[in-house]
């Protein structure tokens, strides 16, 4: 069964770190590219990071770049997203998704993910 389970959300203070992770079964992990998003109340699911081992590709929604860091541990099948120095604008729920198997390139648009997570809460006060 193909699955992606995030985890690591919670509530941190402005500047702090959060490490989220995405579990995802081998199915769902090998030979896609990989995204994670995030959606605030009343807001469009956004883009916040992409990766793709074919390539060796990453790309950061400017938002984000410079703080956030997507990584991947193929041994467990989990892909990461380090966050530093949150910022109140950064509270959302994070998705992690997973593009068509096979595709090389990256992906940045919600529509193109075959497959998400239920998503985990980051909340940061300030």
């Known amino acids: 069964q193909e699955q992606l389970v995030e985890s690591g959300g919670g509530l941190v203070q402005a500047g702090g770190s959060l490490r989220l992770s995405c579990a995802a079964s081998?199915?769902?992990?090998?030979?896609?590219?990989m995204t994670w998003f995030r959606q605030s109340p009343g807001k469009e699911r956004e883009f916040v990071a992409a990766?793709?081992?074919?390539?060796?590709?990453?790309f950061y929604a400017d938002s984000v770049k410079g703080r956030f860091a997507i990584s991947s541990d193929d041994a467990k099948n989990t892909l990461y997203l380090q966050m530093n120095s949150l910022e109140v604008e950064d509270t959302a729920v994070y998705f992690c998704?997973?593009?068509?198997?096979?595709?090389?390139?990256?992906?940045?648009?919600?529509?193109?993910?075959?497959?998400w997570g239920q998503g985990t809460q980051v909340t940061v006060s300030s």
């Open positions: 990766f793709t081992r074919t390539t060796s590709t990453i």
């Open positions: 998704a997973a593009g068509p198997l096979y595709r090389i390139s990256i992906f940045t648009r919600a529509v193109d993910a075959v497959l």
């Open positions: 081998e199915r769902s992990f090998a030979n896609r590219p």
